[in-house]
């Protein structure tokens, strides 16, 4: 078996083990079964608020934020905070979406923060709209798992990992930007997590409970991995296409 393979195989032995764990203990949420989703759980909103704690996020004014349930507490913080959230579409089919919260009534903040609201309360931003918001100043991704090295596997699409490579092709975002996940307690692995290139790193890992603050996190990539990039995906997300036409990247698909 190729190392390849047996990275894969063992991210999903623990996806599948994780969402097992989270059913059996009753702290899954809806959506359910949260078997192929980034899993909404209890105390969801606790963790969002415990995030909300950190300095890195009280300077922030634009936060890009995941589009999964879990998070929806956090989108809804940063709403009444004032911050601006970037919120990638689903499957990023339809790009990003912008929720300024001086644009949407305060009484419409929690519609706002569910995807169904996003859409209809947010608008929709390309690229260069993107390029003029000037940076991102903290990322929230969702996770399955994630171990104390701040290695994090989400349910196996690689969104998130596209979501960042391309605001780091577009400038927004630098290495040393913040990532956070939150997650319940018992998706914090104490064993590693195998890691693919591709893969992003967290700094936070922020539970109901808990924040650990990741010491020595590895480098996360660069930019897109144009190599790497499925055909599947470089048709399905028109953003890819966009980008590798403005770089003069050719994929053989």
């Not at 507490?73 to 709403?79: C, F, Q, S, T, Y």
């Not at 400038?171 to 104490?190: E, F, R």
């Amino acid at each position: 078996m190729s190392s390849k393979s047996r990275t894969r195989e063992v991210k999903d032995s623990i996806r599948k083990r994780i969402w097992r764990l989270l059913e059996e203990r009753g702290v899954a949420r809806f959506p359910r079964p949260v078997y192929g989703r980034i899993p909404n759980f209890e105390g969801a909103e606790k963790a969002a608020y415990r995030l909300a704690s950190l300095e890195e996020w009280k300077r922030a004014r634009i936060i890009k934020v995941n589009p999964d349930s879990p998070q929806k507490w956090v989108r809804l913080l940063a709403l009444k905070q004032g911050k601006l959230v970037v919120m990638a579409t689903p499957r990023l089919r339809e790009g990003f979406i912008l929720l300024d919260p001086g644009k949407i009534p305060p009484a419409m903040y929690e519609k706002a923060a569910t995807i169904r609201g996003a859409f209809q309360l947010g608008r929709k931003i390309g690229i260069e709209e993107l390029k003029r918001l000037g940076g991102i100043d903290f990322i929230v991704s969702g996770s399955v798992a994630v171990d104390m090295q701040g290695h994090r596997i989400g349910k196996g699409e690689g969104y998130a990992e596209i979501e960042y490579a391309i605001m780091r092709e577009l400038g927004l975002v630098t290495d040393s930007t913040p990532i956070a996940t939150t997650v319940h307690d018992l998706q914090v692995l104490s064993e590693p997590i195998p890691r693919d290139p591709y893969d992003l790193t967290v700094d936070y890992i922020v539970t109901p409970t808990r924040i650990i603050k990741v010491e020595s996190r590895e480098e996360r990539p660069k930019g897109i991995l144009w190599e790497l990039l499925s055909c599947e995906k470089f048709r399905e997300i028109p953003l890819l296409r966009e980008l590798a036409e403005r770089k003069g990247v050719k994929k053989p698909c």
